[in-house]
């Protein structure tokens, strides 16, 4: 029941793009994308529900494949303050729980 | 300050005992979420609260118990404490059950002596 994210860990020089993906067994109602910085609460970046709808931020965008259950998280020209752990959340019709993955380390170097 | 407010920050323990983490979530939310993080592990879904009920359960020990007040707070019992229990307990909480994203609150740290 838990999605699997790929990579696990991902190393960046500044001004680089990355993609971190999401999947799952399960259908799927919405995937939640969260960054957390090492010791510190995650961070809420991005929902995409089943059916299209997606709300997030301006700088970072992602997709859903319903038809695949996966999801996949794009960060492009790359910044050193998004280094940290990305967690993706997933939730299946009416169970109004969010299963997050293990997580994927991200670092971006100068 | 995301506006999910957690007491205390930091609780050590000794093993056998019993602790109450409290958490007041975001003016105007309904769901209160609990998770437990472990040690650079990810993070696991214990319970949720709406409006005063519970919605869902996750994986959470028998010895763990939570409830959501009137005023909304909520607040996480765990007895019998083990070493195996130390760890990070993040609430979150969000909007009136729409899809809405989570906002979590800083965490309690648990550590079990």
């Not at chain 1, 990355?18 to 969260?34: G, Q």
């Not at chain 1, 997050?100 to 170097?109: A, D, E, P």
């Not at chain 2, 602790?19 to 437990?36: A, E, H, I, K």
Request: net charge neutral; proline share 3%.
């Amino acid at each position: 029941q838990q999605p699997v994210q790929s990579p696990q860990a991902v190393i960046l020089r500044e001004g680089e793009d990355a993609v971190i993906n999401c999947s799952s067994s399960k259908a799927l109602y919405s995937v939640h994308w969260y960054r957390q910085k090492h010791g510190e609460a995650p961070v809420f970046l991005m929902i995409l529900l089943k059916g299209g709808e997606q709300k997030g931020h301006d700088k970072i965008s992602a997709s859903f494949n319903e038809k695949k259950q996966q999801s996949s998280l794009y960060l492009t020209a790359s910044q050193l303050s998004y280094s940290g752990t990305y967690f993706c959340g997933t939730e299946m019709d009416s169970s109004y729980k969010l299963i997050f993955g293990s997580g994927t380390r991200l670092l971006v170097r100068p | 300050d995301s506006g999910v407010t957690q007491t205390p920050k930091h609780l050590i323990t000794a093993t056998g005992q019993r602790v109450t983490l409290r958490c007041s979530p975001r003016s105007g939310d309904l769901s209160v979420y609990w998770y437990q993080q472990s040690l650079d592990q990810g993070l696991q879904f214990l319970i949720q609260y709406y409006n005063g009920e519970e919605r869902a359960k996750g994986n959470i020990l028998e010895r763990f118990s939570a409830q959501q007040f009137p005023d909304l707070h909520s607040e996480l019992n765990l007895s019998s404490l083990e070493l195996g229990d130390s760890a990070l307990y993040f609430c979150a909480s969000s909007g009136t059950g729409a899809r809405d994203g989570y906002t979590f609150g800083s965490g309690t740290r648990l550590t079990v002596v």
